[in-house]
């Protein structure tokens, strides 16, 4: 198994051992980019809210503390495509 097939359908943020998604959540997929695959809580969220998110990761073009930087599909609110990657701030 590859790292994009382990990660795929797990949680960004969620302990390593419970990464799979909760009952009684909403979650959005992470479409391209470092994340592909994770989904994104966003529950308590309106349609369009948040419209963009700038994620923690170590995977990405600026390794650790970097942040891979997900906007949110017009035509589909359950997906969030990845943008670019951005260095971490100190």
């Given at each position: 198994?590859?790292?994009?097939?382990?990660?795929?359908?797990?949680?960004?943020?969620?302990?390593?051992?419970?990464a799979?998604?909760?009952?009684?959540?909403?979650?959005?997929?992470?479409?391209?980019?470092?994340?592909?695959?994770?989904?994104?809580?966003?529950?308590?969220?309106?349609?369009?809210?948040?419209?963009?998110?700038?994620?923690?990761?170590?995977?990405?073009?600026?390794?650790?503390?970097?942040?891979?930087?997900?906007?949110?599909?017009?035509?589909?609110?359950?997906?969030?495509?990845?943008?670019?990657?951005?260095p971490?701030?100190?």
């Amino acid at each position: 198994m590859d790292e994009a097939e382990f990660l795929r359908g797990r949680v960004y943020g969620a302990d390593h051992d419970d990464a799979g998604p909760r009952p009684g959540r909403v979650y959005a997929e992470l479409v391209g980019g470092p994340l592909d695959g994770l989904l994104l809580d966003v529950t308590g969220h309106t349609g369009h809210e948040p419209r963009e998110v700038a994620l923690t990761t170590e995977i990405g073009r600026y390794g650790p503390g970097g942040r891979a930087l997900y906007v949110r599909r017009a035509a589909d609110v359950r997906r969030f495509d990845w943008r670019c990657d951005t260095p971490g701030t100190a």
